[in-house]
């Protein structure tokens, strides 16, 4: 056998135990690892000292023909001594990279079995990757396992900032997706930054405030004082002005915050957003932009004739996922480099097709050297005709999902039905589950937090009533204007708005109550998740609540086991935007024309100037289906036939009888009536006047509370004489059977109601002696 066949085999027979080894560490565990390892590490020593001990000795070689026979030259020796030595070395260098890969902790067996080899040359790939290396990209998309090590780039206890355009209300309700993506995922402390008009600032400042979870702060800038900053440049894409707004970041962020992940509101994370954070440290040179190649033909120019897009390096880059170097941005110009771009491009494109995007790769396509291509799979592109299956081969490989078609849902693709699920499982998903604390890290403190757990500290768990005292305080996740909504206010300042709240099961009564009440109306709705999407969709596909944009939809997520039926009054009115309110119960309709006759009452019996609470009669049928009284007239006819009752006069008449109903028959004024114990009427009152008391939920006391803090403010109850509303007929609540069958929820009414007339003693002094002794004589 010849030297260089000696030398081979031996290192074929070296490489084959070596592949053994590998292999056997990617399948035994524990002590076979390590076993496996140290005997593959002992064998390479070895073959080394075999290597040179044959170089050594000059072992002569079988001649293999006449040529190979001759004696060889002492030059001839010492080249070939030369020469295996060289290969030696060689060897050495292989087996030196072997140990090493050896020596890293195994990657998860999951990932390696899905993806192969691939993640090998992900690894080089993005080792290697410049600002725009197309090889680079196609070996990137193959699958994530080298974002593994980057996760350790990100500290635990670090900020990541996060920056989002949201404007009007649609927008304000998508970007909760985002956010509950987000933080599913997350293990991180979250800083989000809003840019937003001042609609998507009162919604989710509210949301926030509410939600309470732990670890994120927020900051809104206000994006109508941007506005002025790229209103001169035409856009046709539907984002309109705000489409344009992440152009001006460097000018909106704060000064002293150096890097951000900019998202579009319609994104989904599937994976925790420290491994796209950790990218930054990838950056090298000049780069200040993180982006991902569109995954469209549509900078290629080819979608139609006379298709003009604007210019783009290749195949553009898509801006829902930017990665943003702010100090470095600023240092470069950024604002005047993206303005002269524009401008001169403006010249020949007339205007922009998709806002911002078209200007981000107009600007790269001058100054390749800002971009950093990130891997496709943190942008997977959503709209059809895109190439976004080239970025998975596994749900492994899936980072972030962009639903860029403006069919949203609707989309063409092959996958379209895993990604839809994985979109609404975000979307119905409790959001009260994601108030989690971050352990092991400082945090900021929040006082609101700190003072909830005070108080709830200070209540006394072995009280039978602990549960409805802990309600009262409870924060409850609140998300104003779930729709669309207009208000014009009126010029003589009379306009009144109904409110009322309801969950799921009095849904059907929307549609009625709107073609009763022409007027604003402000409803809370205590929903789960899951049924506030419900809600929308019954709402989008009713075109008798689609025509009204004057109703506001204020839902208050379900938390603990009361309906807290105050809170959601209380909610309700804090959004009302008309001089007054009538306030009612979702399960009465109003008389046809109340609203105008409301508006002229506070004409007439000057309500601005008094403090007048408005008694609307109520009465109410046994009859699902009912022909409706269009007339004071028809309802006495209706009454005096049995189709109509005074509202609970079989069970509860102590509730409504103040109002007088003999009196109200034949009346043609407005009379006054005075306070009696019990009285809970529905009136119409100042939209200053005070609101329900928190403590009494579920059924029982809540209104009568309310009308006793009206009068104990010295309120005049005026009934009046053309006014009606009928209660229809429903099922009887589950808060209603509970009273009904449990003495202690029964029992614990009773203490709340002591404690109300207790607290009312204190804050009204002698006046409020009535409400105990009117409590006692009953």
């Keep these: 056998m010849s030297l260089d ?67 060889s030259s002492p030059l001839g020796d010492s080249n070939a001594r030369v020469a ?46 410049g600002a725009f290396n197309n090889e680079g990209q196609k070996n990137a998309a193959v699958g994530n396992g080298s974002y593994c090590s980057q996760q350790q780039l990100v500290d635990k206890c670090e900020t990541i900032h996060v920056a989002i355009v949201c404007a009007g209300y649609n927008a304000s309700r998508d970007v909760v997706t985002l956010v509950k993506s987000v933080l599913f995922h997350r293990r991180n402390a979250l800083h989000f930054h809003f840019i937003t008009d001042s609609i998507a600032k009162q919604i989710l400042s509210s949301l926030f405030h509410s939600w309470m979870v732990p670890a994120v702060r927020v900051n809104f800038y206000d994006a109508d004082e941007l506005k002025s900053e790229v209103s001169w440049i035409p856009n046709k894409h539907y984002s309109g002005i705000y489409g344009l707004m992440k ?66 390096l290749g195949r553009g880059f898509n801006t829902g996922v930017i990665l943003l170097l702010l100090d470095r941005l600023r ?35 001058q100054n390749p050297f800002l971009v950093y291509q990130l891997p496709c799979f943190w942008n997977v592109q959503l709209s059809d005709h ?55 890290c400082p945090s900021e403190a929040d006082p609101n937090s700190e003072n909830l757990q005070k108080t709830l500290s200070e209540l006394d768990e072995d009280d039978p009533c602990y549960e409805f005292r802990r309600e009262r305080f409870t924060v409850h996740r609140t998300h104003l204007y779930f729709l669309h909504y207009e208000y014009e206010p009126s010029s003589d300042n009379t306009d009144v708005t109904l409110v009322a709240q309801l969950s799921m099961d009095r849904l059907q009564m929307l549609e009625a109550i709107c073609k009763h009440w022409e007027g604003p109306i402000s409803l809370a709705l205590y929903l789960s998740d899951a049924e506030a999407q419900q809600f929308l969709r019954y709402a989008q596909g009713s075109e008798v609540l689609m025509n009204r944009g004057n109703v506001g939809y204020h839902i208050v997520y379900k938390e603990g086991q009361f309906y807290p039926v105050n809170l959601l009054r209380n909610v309700a009115m804090q959004q009302v935007n008309t001089p007054y309110m009538f306030l009612s119960d979702i399960d009465f309709l109003p008389m046809y024309g109340l609203y105008e006759y409301l508006r002229k009452s506070v004409v007439q019996l000057e309500m601005a100037n008094t403090k007048k609470a408005l008694v609307v009669p109520a009465f109410e049928t046994l009859r699902y289906r009912l022909s409706f009284p269009k007339s004071k007239a028809e ?34 004024t407005p009379y006054r009536v005075l306070w009696e114990a019990d009285f809970e009427p529905y009136v119409m009152v100042r939209r200053d006047s005070p609101e329900y008391d928190r403590r009494f939920v579920g059924f029982g006391w809540n209104k009568v509370a309310h009308i006793m803090e009206l009068d104990a403010q010295e309120y005049e109850f005026v009934v009046l004489p053309n006014a009606y509303m009928i209660h229809m007929p429903h099922a009887p609540s589950f808060d209603i059977t509970k009273f009904r069958s449990n003495k202690q929820y029964r ?29 006692n004589n009953t």
Aim: with cysteine; net charge positive.
């Design 386 to 440: 895109t190439r976004s299956e080239k970025c998975y081969k596994d749900v492994s490989d899936l980072k972030v999902i962009h639903w860029n078609s403006p069919k949203k849902l609707r989309v063409k693709n092959k996958h379209v039905e895993f990604f839809r699920n994985l979109y609404l499982t975000f979307l119905e998903y409790d959001g009260n589950l994601l108030r989690r604390e971050l352990f092991g």
């Design 635 to 668: 309802l006495l006819s209706q009454l005096d036939m049995g189709t109509l009752f005074t509202f609970r006069y079989h069970v509860w008449t102590k509730g409504h009888a103040p109002t007088n109903f003999a009196k109200w028959r034949t009346a043609t």
């Design 247 to 312: 152009l001006v970041l460097t000018k909106a962020l704060p000064l002293d915050l150096q890097r951000v992940i900019v998202l579009d509101t319609d994104i989904t994370f599937a994976t925790d957003i420290a491994e796209l954070w950790a990218v930054f440290h990838k950056f090298k040179g000049q780069q200040v932009l993180g982006l991902v190649e569109n995954q469209s033909d549509w900078y290629l120019g080819n979608l139609w004739k006379n298709h003009r897009p604007w210019p783009a």
């Design 747 to 775: 029992a614990c009414l009773k203490t709340l109601k002591e404690e109300f007339q207790q607290n009312m003693s204190r804050r009204f002094g002698f006046a409020a002696l009535k409400y105990m002794t009117a409590e």
């Design 331 to 365: 240092k470069v110009r950024w604002e005047q480099m993206w303005r002269l771009t524009a401008e001169r491009e403006l010249m020949s494109m007339l205007s922009t097709s998709l806002a911002d995007q078209d200007i981000f790769n107009a600007v790269i396509k």
């Design 84 to 129: 295996l030595e060289l290969r030696i070395r060689a060897v050495e260098e292989e087996n030196r990279a072997l140990r090493q890969e050896l020596s890293r902790p195994p990657r998860n067996s999951s990932a390696s079995h899905s993806n192969g080899t691939g993640r090998g040359k992900q690894s080089r790939a993005l080792s290697e990757q």
């Design 5 to 71: 066949k000696s030398f081979y085999l031996h290192r074929g027979q070296f490489t084959s135990k070596l592949t053994s080894a590998r292999k056997m560490l990617g399948i035994f565990r524990g002590r076979r690892k390590f076993l496996a390892a140290s005997l593959a590490l002992l064998f390479i020593p070895s073959f080394t000292w075999l290597y040179l001990s044959i170089g050594h000795f000059q072992v002569k070689p079988l001649p293999l023909s006449s040529l190979e026979a001759q004696p």
